[in-house]
């Protein structure tokens, strides 16, 4: 079984997150419900993720950055994180009480741990804050796991 976790942009257009989720599904495919994906369930990637995983029938792990994550996320996402949360089969919670840069970056690192590979939903731009997807990229790469870069062609932010 392979553990393979996701970090990358929020607020994706919906033209992009359409493209991203096709990019997704495609690369997940190949390993059915022999995987176990790791997610922050967060808006953008970390939720289109976490939809192929389901709907590849394999299981998920949530990673929750801290107590607030989830007022901290945008209203209209809650009712999707919300579901997300319950179908995984394992929460992974930090010990933060604030959904602050500081506490994603330590989620990022902490879902890079605890898998084989990394996809990352990611147009190749440094990170806007601690804890953005490059941050989370860069840590991944100096464990020596396995990383995926995954953005559209002629996408934009």
Do not use: K, N
């Amino acid at each position: 079984m392979i553990r393979i976790g996701v970090t990358g942009h929020r607020a994706l257009a919906p033209e992009v997150s359409s493209a991203v989720a096709a990019l997704v599904f495609e690369h997940l495919e190949p390993y059915g419900c022999e995987m176990v994906g790791l997610s922050c369930l967060a808006d953008g990637a970390d939720a289109v993720f976490a939809e192929a995983v389901l709907a590849a029938g394999a299981p998920l792990e949530a990673v929750v950055p801290a107590a607030g994550y989830r007022e901290a996320l945008p209203e209209e996402h809650r009712p999707v994180y919300d579901r997300l949360l319950a179908q995984s089969v394992l929460v992974h919670e930090l010990p933060r009480t604030e959904s602050t840069p500081e506490a994603h970056l330590e989620a990022g690192r902490l879902l890079v741990r605890r898998c084989d590979q990394l996809v990352a939903v990611w147009d190749g731009r440094p990170a806007r804050g601690p804890g953005g997807t490059a941050d989370v990229v860069s840590y991944a790469r100096s464990l020596s796991r396995p990383v995926s870069v995954l953005w559209p062609e002629g996408a934009r932010r």
